[in-house]
């Protein structure tokens, strides 16, 4: 079955460092999304995809960076972690002629 | 710009009561509208959706009705479970908008006890 992926799910690591969350998916959506979740926010923005070699910026991009060098895999790096930045990240897709995004399971990520 | 407002919770039932979550939403031309749904310890699933206006979205025993003339996506369903509890999102996607992307409410948490 075609399913979108997230590595780690849990993740601790210090002020400074730079992480890179993965996502993958298999069902060869063009549409790719991070998302930060947390409590009081619900979820929000932080950069999407619409193809191979597209990246945007969403809602709360400030910190975070993505690159998309093929269709499976969106990774969300975070170039200097921050205490700010402690939060629970999903990644979803979607096909572009379509409005429905699928979710994976999430990261939990602390920045301590 | 785009917005979702939901009713803030938690929200506390028994088993077999009668559940709405409240959900309105500000939006320029005609958006899709959704309720997703977060297990504990999971990721968000599509629960149901409705693309125009007075759609009837349903699922699991969960019903939404998209009210244009209220600008609303009331979450109801007739007789909770105890597996119903879990964060609801309702959301819009202004698809037909230059970006196309999800905007959430901040979500309601329901617990129910058996």
């Known amino acids: 079955d075609a399913e979108i992926t997230q590595s780690p799910r849990h993740k601790i690591t210090e002020t400074g460092r730079q992480v890179t969350l993965a996502c993958h998916q298999t069902w060869n959506h063009n549409n790719m999304f991070w998302y930060r979740q947390d409590l009081g926010h619900g979820l929000r923005l932080i950069h999407y995809?619409?193809?191979?070699?597209?990246?945007n910026k969403g809602e709360v991009s400030d910190g975070y960076s993505v690159s998309r060098s093929n269709t499976e895999d969106l990774p969300l790096t975070l170039e200097s972690a921050a205490s700010s930045q402690t939060s629970v990240y999903f990644c979803?897709?979607?096909?572009?002629?379509?409005?429905?995004?699928?979710f994976g399971p999430g990261t939990r990520l602390t920045v301590l | 710009g785009n917005s979702v407002t939901q009713m803030e919770g938690p929200v506390t039932l028994s088993e077999e009561a009668f559940l709405t979550i409240n959900c309105t939403y500000t939006a320029t031309g005609y958006p899709s509208l959704f309720w997703y749904v977060q297990y504990p310890g999971e990721g968000l699933q599509l629960l149901l959706k409705a693309t125009k206006a007075d759609d009837k979205g349903s699922n699991k025993g969960f019903e939404a009705t998209y009210r244009k003339e209220t600008t609303s996506f009331h979450l109801e369903k007739g007789s909770v479970q105890v597996s119903d509890s879990a964060v609801y999102f309702c959301?819009?996607?202004?698809?037909?908008?230059?970006?196309?992307?999800?905007?959430f409410g901040k979500g309601t948490k329901l617990s129910v006890k058996p």
């Open positions: 979803a897709s979607r096909q572009g002629s379509t409005d429905t995004q699928y």
């Open positions: 995809s619409y193809g191979v070699h597209d990246t």
């Open positions: 959301a819009l996607s202004d698809y037909g908008g230059s970006q196309g992307n999800l905007i």
